[in-house]
């Protein structure tokens, strides 16, 4: 198997590196030319130039070169394209080709460049698929199947949607550590002793200041309508927090605490367990579209597909997609489907 890497940081790199010990034969592309030496030195890369007959080309430039990039491998390979970019939305409103899929690895880490990339950096990481309508089934059970060698949980989400959920988890959490370490910086007078005192939750809140700043230009300004949204919430909620606080409400600051306290130990830690699952088999026509409309009744529902496989039959314009979720969504999904008129069955798999 062949991958194309266009853009070898620290995405790019680590994607490479995965899929070279999985016995893939690497090719890349990048314009800067020191990386792409590095990206060689590290041994991954088979040749500095990208292969014709590449089974996969993954994007991974900076979101405002994503589009070029894209278009470039569509028009110059055979096999499949996909990015890595952290906005979706503006991306596929400018390309429409069965042989792309938009993706979003949410993984990284706080060295920059190729010299932080390793080959585990998405092992138990989510990474977010957004087919749209023109994306065929066998595209995205390529990618999906692909990726998987990584490590990763494969989670399909509409791209608008994909946006507006990263903005919460991602965007904002980056621009609120930003905030705090300016915070800090602003006491002047006691700096060197604050700094000196920064341990604990403060070094943990603010752990992801220290990334890549670059990246981040590109990001608010293609997401800036999520972002700007829910940092007005953020804002909202600050202010309630110091009314409480003023007032001396104790008993809201106590159920707001606990809240807090009950929704961290809550999230999730890595796919459920195979007891805690459930297997949906859809119906559905031979045709591009089908995965990105059913993808997109799971989004509705808030269900995270964890495995999906398509079956094409030998004969005729039927396939069945296999999907595996969570059994506690299983019937309520699985109805979802039933009303927009998918024949469907289901069973645990406990």
Request: with cysteine; aromatic share 4%; proline share 3%.
């Amino acid at each position: 198997m062949k991958a194309n890497i266009i853009g070898t940081g620290l995405i790019g790199a680590s994607i490479g590196l995965g899929l070279k010990q999985n016995g893939w034969e690497i090719f890349g592309e990048d314009i800067d030319k020191k990386r792409l030496a590095q990206a060689t030195d590290l041994g991954f890369l088979s040749n500095e130039k990208i292969a014709k007959d590449a089974d996969i080309t993954f994007i991974a430039t900076p979101v405002e070169e994503i589009v070029e990039a894209a278009q470039y491998a569509l028009k110059n390979t055979t096999g499949i394209v996909t990015d890595v970019g952290s906005v979706k939305a503006p991306i596929l409103k400018e390309i429409s080709d069965s042989r792309f899929v938009g993706g979003h690895p949410m993984a990284g880490n706080e060295l920059d460049g190729i010299l932080g990339a390793k080959a585990d950096l998405f092992e138990n990481a989510v990474w977010v698929l957004t087919p749209s309508e023109e994306t065929s089934d066998e595209t995205y059970s390529k990618i999906s199947d692909t990726i998987k060698m990584l490590g990763v949980e494969v989670v399909a989400l509409p791209a608008a949607e994909h946006d507006r959920l990263v903005a919460v988890v991602s965007h904002v959490p980056h621009l609120t550590a930003g905030a705090l370490m300016r915070l800090a910086l602003g006491q002047s007078q006691t700096k060197s002793v604050l700094m000196r005192l920064a341990a604990g939750g403060f070094r943990d809140m603010t752990r992801i200041a220290s990334g890549n700043p670059d990246i981040w230009i590109d990001i608010c300004e293609q997401n800036k309508e999520a972002i700007c949204e829910y940092l007005d919430v953020l804002i909202t909620e600050l202010e309630k927090t110091k009314d409480i606080i003023a007032n001396s409400d104790q008993q809201s600051l106590l159920s707001d605490l606990s809240a807090a306290r009950k929704a961290r130990i809550s999230l999730p830690v890595g796919t459920s367990m195979p007891e805690n699952l459930a297997e949906i088999r859809v119906a559905i026509p031979d045709k591009p579209g089908s995965v990105a409309e059913i993808a997109t009744l799971a989004s509705q529902l808030n269900v995270n597909i964890y495995d999906l496989e398509i079956a094409h039959k030998a004969e005729g314009e039927l396939g069945t997609m296999i999907l595996v979720v969570d059994n506690s969504v299983k019937e309520s999904f699985a109805k979802k489907l039933k009303d927009a008129k998918y024949s469907v069955s289901s069973q645990s798999l406990g």
